[in-house]
Nanobody
Framework: QVQLVESGGGLVQAGGSLRLSCAVS????????MGWFRQAPGQEREFVSA????????TDADFVKGRVTISRDIFKNTVYLQMNSLKVEDTAVYYC????????????????WGQGTQVTVSS
């Protein structure tokens, strides 16, 4: 059974930092591209960042460039999203997703999804 479990969300003041984690089980993590998405209330889910199967290619949405770093640890089967200089508009539920082709890009089709973790940024 494939499971993606996010953690690390919470309440933070504007300008602060959070590191989200996504623990993956039930598949060969080193073959999977991974992405982070977010969805704010009343808005559509949007792409945030992605990393390919071996970590050689990273893609970030324009609205987070320079503020986030995606990384993966193949020994822990975990993908991370380090978020700095957080803004109020970053408030959303953040989801991790797995792309079994390994590409892990902005337009990839993601086959596996976690349940999400809430990030709230206060002013």
């Amino acid at each position: 059974q494939v499971q993606l479990v996010e953690s690390g969300g919470g309440l933070v003041q504007a300008g602060g930092s959070l590191r989200l984690s996504c623990a993956v089980s039930g598949l060969t993590f080193s073959n999977i591209g991974m992405g982070w998405f977010r969805q704010a209330p009343g808005q559509e889910r949007e792409f945030v960042s992605a990393i390919n199967w071996n970590g050689s290619v990273r893609t970030d949405a324009d609205f987070v460039k320079g503020r986030v770093t995606i990384s993966r640890d193949i020994f822990k089967n975990t993908v991370y999203l380090q978020m700095n200089s957080l803004k109020v508009e970053d408030t959303a539920v953040y989801y991790c997703a797995g792309d079994r082709t390994g590409r892990g890009g902005r337009w990839s089709r993601y086959d596996y999804w976690g349940q999400g973790t809430q990030v709230t940024v206060s002013s």
